[in-house]
């Protein structure tokens, strides 16, 4: 390799993971390997090594404490994956894991990937109309889930049509299939892992665009390569570090707490701690502190309700020593509060579900800029370009793009659709929809969203599933929801609702409203602030003009 400024600077990373040097293209690439699955990087190659033996997954349960080997989950990966090719899981079939964090997620999602079968994440938060739509769009026939997720969830069950077979990891069964009798027991059938190909589907996670109901978006096996060289840096080059342990209190649904926590560290052969406790920040402390966790994911929310406790490293003995974070713009006071009174090194990374990890920190390679989103990152091509598709002069605001041909983490597509929607794309660039300048130093800032996608405490929320789920309400007729700005969570769901000629007005109408969207659609998208309204400002062509709603909202 020819020694480069640029390739010094980065010979650490190129050592400690799959990044390497294009000699003749001059740049940086991500090497994939042709044939990949994701159930053999996080299980299948520790348990034939001697890393066997070792703890994979620590498992916190109301108080009490179990622990599991990586030898130990991938032959109950196994099991599982008979038992779910006799009910008919097979190549391309979507199996839906619905377990939050907890050791049977991860058996399952290797379960599913031995079989060359695609996973479709569901997230706990989910209520039942969330839960059809994602099932009935991905005809999806098995879902795996635990008590208390599929309590609230069985009296609807008529309204998954598409769901032949429900698996519960804990409770009492009621037509339901036994996940301790699909797992347990001698394998006295030979499995023989599906060889699946980089690019083969793999992972199915439905999150919210700015239009329309939730859209399904499938990731190959590629992802978890695609992702190393980043999260090596994320995470300090300390990914592989000896001894360290991994834990995030994201749920393991979503990309920040499955992509880039639970999934790298278990490749990386290290512990992961788990847990479906309700965060909070004097909890997560003294969780932190119990489990000697030295290394996190975690959104901005999270990290600000933790810097609200003045002087935590007095109070709890912590090992904590690397945070990153993603999913939102990270306030620089956060930042000094992690590099003063934690002692952390705190790196901030940004991207999307459809393509990550575009921009972001590594404190061993380069400075950290307290409110920066980071420089651009090895093996991928971001610039801030123009409605033209131009590329903008350092300081200009634009449109944060990655080049589509230089993008490795690129997803396959939507579900049902394998094309790229036109306004992901301008040109040979992939657009993301959010605003940010760069600096001379090579350095981004982040300025806003450019359309109606409200980013809530890391969560995406789409205004139209909102709206579709008020409007269902018999007290109301129409409604529209923007964001609006908030110093803790980055956007709040803003409501305008107006109200069937019956209906009065109310503050306990408006808890009625908020209540009816966190039981039927989820709780994280419920709208915080309700306005009612006797009309709205309408386009020309007679479409609600959220610009009006949006510069109302900012304005008070």
């Not at 999913?327 to 930042?335: A, D, K, N, R, Y």
């Amino acid at each position: 390799m020819i020694e480069t400024p640029a390739t010094s600077t980065y010979q650490k990373l190129i050592e400690a993971s799959n990044l390497a040097y294009d000699v003749d293209r001059d740049r940086f690439k991500i090497v994939i390997p042709k044939s990949a699955n994701i159930g053999y990087e996080i299980l299948g190659r520790h348990a034939d090594s001697p890393k066997s033996d070792a703890i994979a997954i620590i498992y916190e349960d109301d108080g009490e404490v179990s622990k599991h080997t990586y030898g130990e989950l991938h032959q109950q990966a196994l099991q599982f994956a008979v038992h779910l090719s006799n009910l008919g899981v097979q190549q391309g079939t979507t199996v839906a894991v619905h377990t939050g964090q907890r050791p049977e997620t991860i058996i399952a999602h290797a379960a599913i990937y031995y079989l060359g079968a695609i996973v479709l994440t569901l997230s706990q938060l989910y209520g039942p109309d969330t839960i059809e739509h994602i099932l009935t769009h991905s005809n999806c026939r098995f879902i795996v889930t635990d008590d208390d997720s599929w309590k609230p969830l069985r009296p609807h069950r008529k309204r998954f049509k598409t769901l032949d077979h429900c698996i519960l990891v804990s409770g009492n069964l009621q037509n339901e299939l036994s996940f301790i009798d699909m797992t347990r027991g001698a394998n006295t059938t030979p499995f023989k892992r599906v060889e699946t190909e980089a690019d083969d589907p793999a992972l199915l996670m439905y999150t919210s665009g700015s239009t329309g109901m939730p859209k399904g978006m499938l990731h190959g096996h590629r992802i978890v390569h695609a992702y190393y060289p980043t999260l090596t840096m994320f995470f300090n080059l300390e990914l592989a570090r000896p001894g360290a342990v991994f834990w995030t209190p994201a749920d393991w649904a979503w990309v920040g707490g499955l992509l880039d926590l639970a999934i790298p560290a278990l490749q990386s052969g290290q512990t992961v701690v788990a847990s479906n406790h309700r965060f909070s920040a004097e909890w997560a402390f003294e969780f932190m502190a119990r489990h000697y966790v030295t290394h996190s994911f975690m959104t901005p929310t999270a990290l600000k309700r933790l810097a609200e406790i003045p002087n935590p490293r007095r109070q709890w003995n912590l090992d904590l020593s690397i945070v990153c974070t993603g999913g939102e713009s990270l306030p620089s006071e956060v930042v000094r509060w992690s590099e003063k009174q934690m002692q952390l090194v705190c790196n901030e990374f940004y991207g999307l579900t459809e393509f990550n990890h575009m921009i972001g920190n590594c404190a061993a390679l380069y400075p950290v800029r307290p409110g920066s989103m980071g420089r651009a990152l090895p093996g991928r091509t971001v610039a801030i370009i123009d409605e033209s598709g131009d590329i903008q002069p350092d300081g200009t605001v634009g449109e944060i793009a990655s080049l589509r041909k230089d993008e490795q983490t690129l997803f396959l597509g939507y579900w049902g659709s394998e094309d790229l929607p036109e306004k992901m794309t301008r040109g040979e660039w992939l657009l993301s929809g959010d605003l940010a300048y760069k600096d001379k130093d090579g350095y981004f800032w982040y300025q806003g969203r450019n359309d109606d996608l409200i980013k809530s405490s890391g969560y995406r929320i789409g205004p139209a599933e909102v709206e579709d789920t008020l409007v269902r309400h018999p007290m109301v007729v129409e409604a529209a929801v923007v964001g609006k700005p908030d110093v803790e969570r980055g956007q709040i769901v803003c409501a305008f609702v107006r109200l069937a000629k019956n209906a009065t007005p109310s503050e306990e109408l408006k808890k009625q409203l908020q209540s009816y969207v966190k039981t039927n659609l989820a709780y994280y998208k419920y709208p915080r602030t309700i306005y009612f309204v006797e009309s709205f400002p309408l386009t020309n062509s007679g479409k609600i003009r959220r610009k009006d709603l949006r510069a109302r909202v900012i304005a008070e």
